[in-house]
């Protein structure tokens, strides 16, 4: 198992094409091996709050688009710090602020205010998911202590993106708005969904030479899951299976880029209830707990089915700690569990 394997393109979207169990198996053993060499079996955290569900825009795919008819919510300073808390208690190292995406300055001073108070009280790792912003927003937001932003591509083909998205939504801010976060410095994440209609084995071959050629250092993936609030709801995937191709997409890239941090997301366990477990056993090094206060959970539905959403923060540590343990995995406990591509990268 530690000999390593190199991948073309052709064997890439031959393994998202094989449904020869042998054949995964050596897939997913393979990047598991790599994983552990890499990390050993550390798991990182990042407790993700998710504060806010308003969003200036209307993605077709989404449950939270500008047009879904949902209850809105944003928590208060005092909310959030409380969850902040939560994740230094628990000693997840790090976490991951959340919401749709909004533009206005009144958002951008909250934003800093609450990011500079965590950096002050806590000793977190901080990952911003905010969406798109101008430079100069994003710039106030990593001195004010942010070092980790997670923007996802959603799809790298640029005409597939346009089905997705209504004509406002433009490819070119996403692509350039993923430049302006590595010059500023940040660790720069992406992703994308995995067996979106339209979407073709090609398109997913090439989200992985995607996320090689932007040098991207984190990864964010996991299945679509069509929500009927959702326009896109209509549209049937050609693909089948969802859940495995995400797995392979997880496998594949951490064959293909080695050293960046993989997430085991949410999303993995709509599925299958051991999605996530399964994620982190071929590939995936990152675990993005909720600590979004309960009550809120069922106003952040991105997509029908999401897991988690009767639970607790304590639920959710004790639920995830267990997951960890079958699968002879451990938490990297007060570790921020950087992306080492990051520190190569800015070594060179
Ligand atoms: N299914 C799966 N993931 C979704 N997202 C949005 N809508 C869906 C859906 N229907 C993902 C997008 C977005 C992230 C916050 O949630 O990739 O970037
Ligand atoms: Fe808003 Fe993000 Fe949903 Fe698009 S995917 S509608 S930007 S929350």
Redesign the pocket.
């Known amino acids: 198992m530690t000999q390593e394997i190199y991948l073309s393109k052709k064997d890439i979207i031959k393994y998202l094409k094989t449904t020869n169990a042998e054949e995964i198996k050596y897939l997913f053993d393979k990047a598991n091996a790599l994983t552990e060499k890499l990390r050993g079996n550390k798991i990182h955290f990042r407790g993700i709050i998710e504060f806010s569900n308003y969003c200036e825009k209307n993605?077709f795919?989404?449950?939270?688009r500008r047009d879904s008819k949902i209850e809105r919510y944003l928590m208060t300073k005092d909310e959030i710090l409380n969850c902040a808390k939560f994740c230094h208690e628990k000693n997840y190292g790090s976490l991951v602020l959340?919401s749709g995406e909004i533009t206005t300055n009144k958002r951008l001073d909250f934003l800093i205010d609450i990011i500079s108070t965590i950096k002050e009280k806590y000793n977190l790792g901080m990952t911003l998911?905010l969406?798109e912003m101008p430079k100069n927003s994003l710039q106030k937001l990593f001195d004010a202590g942010g070092h980790r932003y997670?923007?996802?591509i959603?799809t790298s083909n640029e005409s597939l993106y346009k089905k997705l998205h209504p004509k406002n939504h433009s490819f070119k801010n996403r692509l350039k708005t993923l430049d302006n976060l590595r010059d500023i410095g940040f660790q720069v994440g992406t992703?994308?969904?995995i067996g979106l209609p339209f979407q073709t084995y090609e398109d997913l071959a090439n989200d992985i030479l995607f996320f090689k050629k932007m040098d991207i250092d984190m990864l964010?993936?996991?299945?679509?899951?069509?929500?009927e609030k959702?326009p896109?709801y209509k549209n049937a995937p050609i693909l089948k299976d969802a859940f495995m191709l995400s797995l392979k997409m997880v496998a594949l890239s951490r064959l293909y880029l080695k050293d960046v941090n993989i997430a085991a997301t949410t999303?993995m366990q709509?599925f299958d209830k051991k999605g996530r477990e399964k994620a982190m056993t071929a590939g995936a090094n990152i675990l993005m707990p909720i600590v979004t206060p309960t009550h809120l959970r069922k106003n952040y539905m991105?997509?029908?089915n999401k897991p988690c959403v009767e639970d607790t923060k304590e639920q959710c540590f004790n639920c995830i700690t267990a997951r960890l343990r079958s699968i002879n995995k451990e938490m990297g406990q007060n570790q921020y569990g950087d992306s080492l591509h990051f520190h190569k990268r800015i070594q060179k």
């Open positions: 993605c795919y989404c449950g939270l959340q998911s969406g997670l923007l996802r959603e992703g994308v969904m964010g993936m996991g299945p679509y899951v069509a929500d959702a896109l999303a709509t991105i997509y029908s």
